[in-house]
């Protein structure tokens, strides 16, 4: 199986370009993904960690016991 990847500025002529797709022989399916909803690259977790980090999602505790005490360990 090939596959076209086709990228369109303006939506607007996403129907008309599917009826067309649509119509040549041998098209199988035609589907349709909005870019801005995936992330352009899936981070490792170490570049996560360090997102995490920077972003500020990072937890802090006094010590050891204080931290198993939080989580209820």
Not at 10 to 16: A, V
Request: hydrophobic fraction near 30%; avoid cysteine.
């Amino acid at each position: 199986m090939t596959q076209l990847v086709i990228t369109l500025k303006d939506q607007s002529y996403l129907p008309n370009i599917r009826r067309i797709e649509k119509s040549f022989v041998g098209v199988e399916k035609v589907s349709t993904a909005n870019t801005a909803d995936k992330p352009k690259k899936r981070l490792s977790r170490y570049e996560q960690s360090l997102l995490d980090a920077k972003e500020g999602r990072v937890n802090s505790y006094e010590s050891s016991e204080d931290f198993f005490k939080k989580m209820g360990i």
